[in-house]
């Protein structure tokens, strides 16, 4: 599904230039559950970015589902994660004038999807996440553990082949961040490869994998046969 | 079919675009909202309004040059000759003609006004004297062409069965003129004293000419005492600065037979235009007896060039208006672009576009424009036209009005609705444009 070859990233600021990532080799498969853990400037965010299209490494080969996609150009790229990944971010980042619906609904309005097929499939989608009712709330009017619900929400309402997941309970608290992960979970078992950047081991209980970065490195990988 | 696809695409930005930015003018702040519109309603009118003033001070010459001196269509001597030739052949074919609402026939002739000349205390001295035009006219006609009555700040018209009566202009008297430091304006002259009048020139002409040359006489003109009637003030110059006696008076004073006028003053009637009105009358060959202009073709050469340099210093201040309308709306949308930064490039995280998400820029800039512009249009046509209108601004040489044309008024909202979503688009290009994992990060 992903195929990483001898990524490198380095930021360059002025004269100083900093390798976040040393030369990264991995694969995860379909239907994978993968976390990725390290400390503190490990790598982990950037190496998610990477592989997520969300910024483009200094070298290296990245397929994704059989496309290179280091090959593609910058509105292919917007394309393919429009099509093809979901995305749920630390914060959040719902769009604060939009409602939950129509956050949830931005990625198929972009696919270009008729309105009623809109609002059938963003409020199952809602419903499905334990937040019915919820439609017309604005991400002020919900609470953080909410909020990233939603945001799983949006991220899965175009049926992604992979979801990226960057650090999902770091602004939650304990209630909130099982409720997301046990989301994960039901996902899973359901067949969606998720890559999850976390730092909490406790939240890989129910990943098949965990990579180990250390300073742009992968330094282990832990299969977990018996989660 | 790739055109097709094309077309699609762009249909699913402007979708999206349009999705975003309505929530985002509907549910951003009301007071952001008001500030830009307020800013674009300001705009507007300066765009339309300082140079409508300009032109309006011009253009109210212009509207009483026609209304009180000119008429629709003016006939003038042709340059080569002293009189209009055939007048009574032409004031024949413009009593028959059906576009003819009214006409006056005037004989202009340079002249003498003396005032004072009863009770000055030192007779060895000459009495106050000026040398004007004087306007015969046929009272009536006069009246009923141009109204100069309305113009008598004291005194009364003149009547066609009176005779020995003359109307000054103002700007001839010390007590009215605005000009005393360019001449010596007549003292004293009040309704009801007399004023000798020595008409010029004119009276030597045909038979008066043979009967001058018979008697051996060199005076080239008559001189007759007439009763100040009326005192005209107007703020068309030609009116102020004349004298105005009555047609029965002219012939009687200067022993003229010729019916040969100096002008014609023609209002056609509301189903016809200028230029047609002009066609009509040189289609029964006026113009070789007259030299015949419209209304705008008669406005005298320094008012065309003062409305000309006021367009432009207009122009000038609309497009002044607009740099800083279209910096205004740049800085506005850039700092509404820059703070949502990290949710742009959210939006691009997964999967917008970057033109829709533009669109939505540019839709705000529209909605902006469109609500700016609106009511701009509401107060100018609403409020500023008609009170000029009722209200005109009182210069020295006209009654400014505001002018604000359909046409051109339409081409200037053209014009900064245009700028207004370049300015729109130009920041939040440079805002999406940015790396998306930047923006998100805020880095």
């Known amino acids: 599904m992903i195929t990483v070859k001898n990524l490198t990233k380095t930021y360059t600021n002025g004269e100083i230039q900093t390798h976040v990532l040393k030369g990264i080799d991995m694969n995860i498969t379909q239907g994978e559950f993968v976390a990725i853990m390290g400390k503190s400037g490990a790598g982990k965010s950037t190496l998610l970015y990477q592989i997520g299209l969300l910024d483009i490494p200094t070298s290296g080969t990245i397929d994704v589902g059989g496309v290179n996609i280091l090959a593609l150009s910058e509105s292919q790229r917007t394309e393919f994660r429009l099509n093809r990944l979901g995305y749920i971010f630390q914060d959040y980042a719902l769009v604060p004038e939009l409602t939950a619906e129509e956050n949830v609904s931005m990625p198929l309005l972009m696919q270009g999807i008729d309105d009623t097929e809109i609002k059938k499939r963003s409020r199952k989608i809602i419903d499905d996440i334990g937040m019915e009712g919820k ?93 | 079919m790739r055109l097709v696809t094309i077309i699609e695409k762009y249909l699913r930005f402007i979708r999206v675009g349009s999705f975003l930015g309505i929530r985002q003018i509907l549910r951003g702040s ?7 519109i307020s800013i674009m309603t300001l705009t507007f ?13 011009t253009e109210g010459s212009f509207e009483q040059n026609r209304e009180y001196l000119t008429g629709d269509v003016y006939l003038t001597t042709l340059p080569e000759y002293s ?57 009536k006609k006069e009246e009923e062409t141009t109204g100069l009555s309305r113009f008598l700040v004291e005194g009364s018209m003149l009547k066609n069965d009176e005779s020995g009566y003359v109307l000054i202009g103002s700007t001839l008297l010390e007590e009215y003129s605005a000009f005393s430091d360019l001449f010596e304006p007549l003292k004293g002259v009040e309704v ?33 005492e007439f009763i100040v009637k009326g005192i005209i003030d107007s703020k068309v110059g030609e009116l102020s600065s004349s004298l105005f006696i009555t047609e029965q008076d002219y012939r009687r004073v200067s022993q003229k037979t010729s019916l040969q ?46 409305q000309q340099t006021f367009g432009l210093l207009g122009n000038m201040i609309g497009f002044i208006g607009i740099v800083v309308s279209s910096i205004t709306i740049f800085i506005v949308i850039y700092i509404n672009a820059l ?6 490039g959210i939006l691009k995280g997964i999967g917008i576009s970057e033109r829709a998400i533009e669109f939505a820029y540019i839709m705000q800039s529209v909605f902006y424009a469109l609500i700016g512009i609106g009511l701009g249009l509401l107060i100018l046509y609403g409020l500023l036209v008609p009170y000029f209108f009722q209200n005109p601004i009182d210069f020295p040489f006209s009654d400014g009005i505001l002018v604000a044309k359909l046409i051109p008024t339409i081409i200037r909202a053209g014009i900064l609705m245009l700028v207004t979503m370049i300015a729109g688009l130009l920041p939040a290009r440079i805002i999406v444009r940015q790396n998306t994992l930047d923006s998100i990060l805020q880095r």
Not at chain 2, 30 to 36: D, G, R, T, V, Y
Not at chain 2, 106 to 126: A, L, N, P, Q
Not at chain 2, 196 to 223: F, P, Y
Request: aromatic share 8%.
């Open chain 1, 135 to 227: 439609y017309r709330n604005r991400p002020n009017q919900l609470s953080g553990g909410q909020q990233q619900r939603v945001s799983i929400a949006r991220a899965m309402v175009q049926a992604p082949e992979i979801l990226f997941a960057d650090e999902p309970t770091a602004n939650l608290d304990a209630a909130s961040s099982a409720a997301v992960i046990d989301l994960l979970r039901d996902l899973h078992e359901k067949g969606q490869t998720i890559v999850m950047v976390t730092h909490e081991p406790e939240y890989t209980k129910y990943c098949d994998r965990i990579i180990y970065l250390e300073d742009g490195l992968i330094t282990s990988h832990d299969y977990k046969f018996n989660k």
């Open chain 2, 30 to 36: 009301i007071w952001i909202n008001i500030l830009i």
């Open chain 2, 45 to 57: 009118l300066s765009l339309v309004v300082i140079p409508g003033i300009l032109i309006g001070l």
């Open chain 2, 83 to 139: 009189s209009i030739i055939n007048t009574q052949n032409i004031v024949r074919v413009l009593d028959i003609l059906p576009e003819v609402d009214r006409y006056s026939v005037r004989y202009k002739i340079g002249s003498t006004v003396e005032v004072g000349y009863i009770d000055r205390e030192d007779f060895t001295k000459d009495s106050e004297s000026l040398s004007v035009s004087a306007y015969a006219i046929d009272p």
């Open chain 2, 192 to 224: 009801g004293r007399p004023a000798k009048i020595t008409l010029q020139g004119a009276a030597l002409e045909g038979l008066e000419r043979d009967r001058a040359l018979v008697s051996g006489s060199a005076q080239t003109g008559q001189t007759s």
């Open chain 2, 261 to 306: 006028a100096q002008e014609i003053v023609i209002k056609h009637t509301q189903n016809v235009s200028d230029e047609r009105f002009k066609e009509i009358v040189l289609s029964y060959g006026f113009g070789e007896y007259a030299k015949v202009r419209t209304a705008t073709e008669a406005i005298p050469k320094f008012l065309a060039d003062v």
């Open chain 2, 339 to 344: 703070v949502r930064r990290k949710f742009i």
